[in-house]
DNA sequence: TCTGTTACCGAACTGTTTGTTCAATATAAT
DNA sequence: ATTATATTGAACAAACAGTTCGGTAACAGA
């Protein structure tokens, strides 16, 4: 890829994860983005089609790639997961989580976090699918299986949500100790 | 209320929900508003300062009234939710939403049901509140009370999420079951 | 170093949307 | 009937989206 094209690109995912931060995603527009990463309107055009695909170029960058090293380690060394699945899996998300350069965390903690819990929850369901044999089945086993799925994604997305409300003060060890006693 | 200010606010609730159940929120215009309610433009905006508060106050219309109505009766007639609470409380919340007119109905079915949820959520949190000593504390008892009433709410949220996903087939009775199974 | 390619600039431009204003008209309240 | 108020339609400035294009700078390969 060009330097010069990487540079406006890495420029304005910053203006871009800046801005939101600071307010509603709705309430942002072209020129707030373009004037923070110093750039000409055409450039950014030239870049995104819309502000939506800069969103949703954001999203894949930040979560897609986690959740595809995750299935691809699943894969290729199963052995690691097995011996206590599912609890790897999950520490493993929660480890991500809290130290991918900060960027995750300015963005969950933020205005938008439900936009990208959103984007997050459609990975994690996926992932869930894989790991649903290995839950405990105790409890809520006569539900229907999808249901059971969407509640244990959304059980996951308001620990994290709570995680960073609270400023992750927890270790991910403790917040998957969390995750699994509520699930 | 003056006769022609109920039907003008009537009519632009009744173009917006329209509009809800085909676009998203985001590109709702004030134009699509208007030409739908067939009303002038001046008009809209006597009677909303913006999108965001025609949203917000149809929320409150549409919720808020059941949450309070749902306090009174259980500060009023205690002994009503106390027989075997909490599933009196919820399956109350789900036959409220299964009626309303339908119009609860669609716009939880539509594509900005985050949106609605959202709200509910609020509202929910407080209702949980009241009623946590009456949740079966034996699994997750050791998690922080803010977190467990967030969990709650979130699975009651995703619950209905399920329900209206589905087509609301099942009974009040029915899904108040699934989720007290799930809580 | 020279050359063709590609990205960026910036300025202008069209079309859309927003939110406001105002005089004229229609409807409600007393 | 008279007064008060809601609605209308049109026009308006300002903000925003998305495009176009000629000129300039940076890149890659020979």
Redesign the interface.
Known sequence: MDRRQRKTREAIFRAFTNLLSEKDF?HITVGDIIDRADIGRATFYAHFETKDFLLKELCEELFCHIFDSMNNEHSDHRHIFNCDAPKSVFLHLFRHLSKNDNKILDLLSGRNN?LFL?YFKTNLCKLIENQLPTFNAD??N??PT??RI??IA??F???V??WVANGMKETPETITE?FL??V
């Open positions: 709705m439900e959103q409890k809520n006569s539900l999808d249901f969407k509640l959304s059980t997305v308001e620990t949500r709570w969390y006693c509520a």
